[in-house]
């Protein structure tokens, strides 16, 4: 209903216009905080950029796509809501920096590594594109001894703080002998302790999950070098523990992903030239078995006549891709209607990286100008 003050013309009440303020994209937006200082300090507040963000995961999320490696990193694009792959609009950062490669998502913001003149080690960026502001992540006393296997990027509600993780691992990528652990709050590093059996290797990108860290791996049960058992370690945020987790029946080609607020497993069980598609969801409490996680299998497909490699899930559809000699293919497996759709896109193969990713107003408490970096 609207509103009359002493005879001013009509006003709609604070909620609505918040209301409709929280579904715009953020380009206008930021264009909108020329229109008051109330509005230019709402964008600001806590609430609204949460209110914006939860709006934007739910009704206008993204799949984000790199072409894997160092060579071509401003090949960046996404495939939005409507099915459409476009490109990534003025990239500046990764246009002034090259050599950048995203490895993370959360909140709309992204982790940017960045290989710069062939200087080892690479330093890191934390990147918000939709409101072009960076930070440099400060250097962190590089392992001699050890090699950089993986980095990681998340978010924990509990402490309301975003992570990156480093992972190294030994001269022969055998085992996981170091992990060190930046603050975007503190803005500082810390080396956090890996009490897991150290015969412990990890075979997959980091999924975060209500602020806990998830990785595939596997670890040495005989004196093999090839008898592995699979299992899922992961680090909670917050406290900083790790832990290994039991997981259910899989294939090699298998992903982590989040389904329904949970940590999911993916799986492409082939055989005979034809794949079949398995979902498997954790549920977390105590059951018969005495166990605290359960996993519960959610989804199995019809046998799909060709090879798949799962990849994420992405508004309840579960992404795969399909290499054929012509083209790339994304395979999308709908979880509420049950219906499989093909999608080419030309640009999409194994070797790229894909990411969720929402636009967000989620400050880094960095800089707009790029030219200081290089």
């Given at each position: 209903?609207k509103?009359?003050v002493d005879g001013?013309?009509?006003v709609?009440p604070?909620?609505?216009?918040?209301?409709?303020l929280?579904r715009?994209?953020v380009?206008?937006?930021?264009?909108f905080q020329?229109v008051?200082r109330?509005w230019?300090?709402?964008?600001?507040?806590?609430a609204?950029?949460?209110?914006h963000?939860?709006?934007?995961?739910?009704q206008?999320?993204?799949?984000l796509?790199q072409r894997?490696?160092w060579?071509d990193?401003?090949?960046l694009?996404w495939l939005d809501?409507?099915?459409?792959?476009?490109d990534?609009q003025?990239?500046?950062?990764?246009?002034?920096?090259?050599r950048g490669k995203i490895?993370?998502?959360?909140n709309?913001?992204?982790c940017v590594?960045?290989?710069k003149h062939d200087?080892?080690p690479?330093f890191?960026?934390?990147w918000?594109?939709?409101?072009r502001?960076?930070r440099l992540?400060?250097e962190?006393n590089?392992h001699?001894d050890?090699y950089?296997?993986?980095?990681?990027f998340g978010f924990?509600?509990?402490?309301n703080?975003y992570?990156?993780?480093?992972?190294?691992?030994?001269?022969?990528?055998?085992?996981l002998?170091?992990?060190?652990v930046?603050?975007l709050?503190s803005g500082s590093?810390?080396e956090?302790k890996?009490?897991?059996?150290?015969s412990?290797?990890?075979?997959s990108?980091c999924v975060?999950?209500?602020?806990?860290?998830f990785w595939?791996?596997s670890?040495?049960?005989?004196?093999d070098p090839d008898?592995?058992?699979g299992?899922i370690?992961s680090?909670d945020?917050?406290t900083?523990a790790?832990?290994v987790?039991?997981?259910?029946?899989?294939?090699?080609f298998s992903t982590l992903a989040?389904?329904?607020?949970k940590?999911?497993?993916?799986s492409?069980?082939?055989s005979?030239?034809h794949?079949?598609?398995?979902?498997?969801?954790?549920?977390?409490?105590?059951?018969?078995?005495?166990?605290?996680?359960?996993?519960?299998?959610?989804?199995?497909?019809?046998p799909?006549?060709?090879k798949l490699?799962?990849r994420?899930?992405?508004?309840?559809?579960?992404?795969c891709?399909?290499?054929m000699?012509?083209e790339s293919?994304a395979?999308?497996?709908n979880?509420t209607?049950?219906?499989?759709?093909k999608?080419?896109?030309?640009?999409c193969?194994?070797g790229?990286d894909?990411?969720?990713?929402?636009?967000?107003?989620?400050?880094?408490?960095?800089m707009?100008s790029?030219?200081?970096?290089?």
């Amino acid at each position: 209903m609207k509103k009359e003050v002493d005879g001013d013309p009509p006003v709609l009440p604070e909620k609505i216009i918040r209301n409709i303020l929280k579904r715009l994209p953020v380009k206008s937006l930021v264009r909108f905080q020329c229109v008051c200082r109330h509005w230019r300090n709402l964008f600001k507040t806590a609430a609204f950029i949460a209110d914006h963000l939860h709006h934007s995961n739910h009704q206008n999320p993204y799949l984000l796509f790199q072409r894997d490696g160092w060579d071509d990193p401003s090949n960046l694009y996404w495939l939005d809501s409507e099915m459409q792959v476009r490109d990534f609009q003025n990239p500046p950062l990764l246009d002034y920096l090259k050599r950048g490669k995203i490895v993370g998502s959360s909140n709309g913001l992204l982790c940017v590594e960045i290989n710069k003149h062939d200087v080892s080690p690479h330093f890191l960026l934390v990147w918000n594109p939709a409101i072009r502001e960076v930070r440099l992540v400060p250097e962190t006393n590089f392992h001699e001894d050890y090699y950089l296997y993986s980095v990681a990027f998340g978010f924990s509600p509990v402490i309301n703080d975003y992570k990156i993780v480093i992972l190294y691992v030994n001269e022969y990528y055998t085992e996981l002998s170091a992990v060190k652990v930046y603050s975007l709050s503190s803005g500082s590093w810390k080396e956090v302790k890996f009490r897991v059996n150290h015969s412990t290797c990890l075979h997959s990108h980091c999924v975060t999950v209500n602020g806990v860290m998830f990785w595939l791996g596997s670890k040495r049960v005989g004196e093999d070098p090839d008898d592995n058992e699979g299992l899922i370690v992961s680090l909670d945020l917050a406290t900083e523990a790790f832990r290994v987790i039991p997981i259910p029946e899989h294939d090699f080609f298998s992903t982590l992903a989040v389904y329904e607020e949970k940590l999911a497993m993916v799986s492409g069980i082939r055989s005979t030239g034809h794949s079949v598609i398995h979902l498997w969801v954790m549920e977390q409490g105590v059951v018969a078995s005495g166990e605290r996680w359960n996993w519960t299998k959610k989804y199995t497909s019809s046998p799909y006549p060709c090879k798949l490699y799962p990849r994420t899930i992405w508004r309840n559809v579960i992404v795969c891709t399909d290499d054929m000699e012509d083209e790339s293919t994304a395979v999308l497996f709908n979880l509420t209607t049950k219906r499989i759709k093909k999608l080419a896109i030309s640009k999409c193969d194994d070797g790229h990286d894909i990411f969720n990713y929402a636009e967000s107003l989620v400050p880094v408490g960095g800089m707009k100008s790029f030219a200081n970096f290089l």
